[in-house]
């Protein structure tokens, strides 16, 4: 069973269509990268696995259940109950190119915030389970820091660690080192590194085609809103 089925996605934005029927499936336990040229359509499909955007036909699976909305095979579209959608979402985390951190919490905070929020969690139990993923991430000593004391790539690594939190089966992170310097993105890169040996499912939109050659086992390339090749990485890269 893939984790994630994408099945003939169309997204449109008025009359402009930026994903023209995208079949893809993300396989289980590992990490599936998606490259392209900047306006492919990589963004968009990785927010339409998330139903952060809805696309405008076609449907995406999750574990086997339908996101969203499902389409009988006359294309006719019925909307998933809310309660449903809530739950497929929640196998989900997200990591953006910005870290969207709350600037008046701490790293601690903005970790341990989203679990009191989402699942009710009292502070002391909230905290105990943000810290082991600050532990994870590797800024336990950062815990009491405020983003603007850290790094941009200690920033991005506590965004890492509140979507960690939350338990998720699958990540999806856009962009996830495209806003720091270059010497702050392999801290990123072996946070990511650790999630996937751990086997944890990934989709990754990156310019990092290192990473992607060395941690991806599945690479999709995408130009203007089609998918022109997915494969593993030595079929696209080449064998060294
Ligand atoms: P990529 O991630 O590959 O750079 P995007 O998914 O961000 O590509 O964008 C694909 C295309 O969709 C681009 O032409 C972009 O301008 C367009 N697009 C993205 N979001 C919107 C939107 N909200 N409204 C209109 N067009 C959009
Ligand atoms: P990315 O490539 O990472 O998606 P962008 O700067 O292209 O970053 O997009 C940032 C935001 O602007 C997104 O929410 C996207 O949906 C929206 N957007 C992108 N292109 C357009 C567009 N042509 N018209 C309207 N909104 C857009």
Same mark, same amino acid.
């Given at each position: 069973l893939p984790a994630i089925a994408v099945r003939n996605l169309v997204k449109r934005y008025g009359d402009t269509a930026v994903l023209h029927g995208i079949d893809l499936e993300i +396989? +289980? =336990?590992? @990490? &599936?990268?998606l490259? =392209? +040229? &900047?306006? &492919?359509g990589k963004s968009t499909l990785l927010r339409c696995m998330a139903f952060l955007e809805e696309a405008t036909s076609g449907t995406i699976t999750v574990d086997g259940e339908v996101l969203g909305f499902s389409e009988n095979s006359n294309g006719m579209r019925e909307r998933i109950p809310a309660a449903t959608n809530r739950a497929i979402r929640s196998k989900i985390g997200m990591v953006f190119q910005q870290f969207n951190l709350w600037p008046h919490m701490t790293a601690l905070g903005n970790v341990s915030e989203a679990l009191r929020t989402v699942h009710k969690m009292s502070r002391k139990d909230a905290e105990a389970r943000a810290m082991e993923q600050l532990v994870k991430v590797g800024l336990?000593?950062?815990a009491g820091h405020y983003p603007s004391q850290l790094s941009g790539g200690q920033q991005q690594r506590v965004a890492i660690a509140r979507a960690l939190a939350l338990k998720p089966k699958i990540m999806l992170f856009d962009e996830p080192t495209s806003s720091l310097d270059p010497e702050l993105t =392999?801290? @990123?890169?072996? @946070?990511?590194r650790d999630l996937a040996a751990e086997g944890m499912t990934m989709v990754v939109v990156s310019h990092e085609i290192g990473f992607a050659a060395t941690v991806g086992s599945q690479i999709s390339f995408l130009d203007q809103g089609r998918l022109l090749f997915s494969g593993p990485p030595s079929e696209v890269f080449g064998k060294p």
């Open positions: +396989p +289980p =336990g590992q @990490v &599936s990268c490259i =392209g +040229p &900047s306006g &492919s336990e000593a950062r =392999g801290e @990123v890169l072996n @946070v990511m």
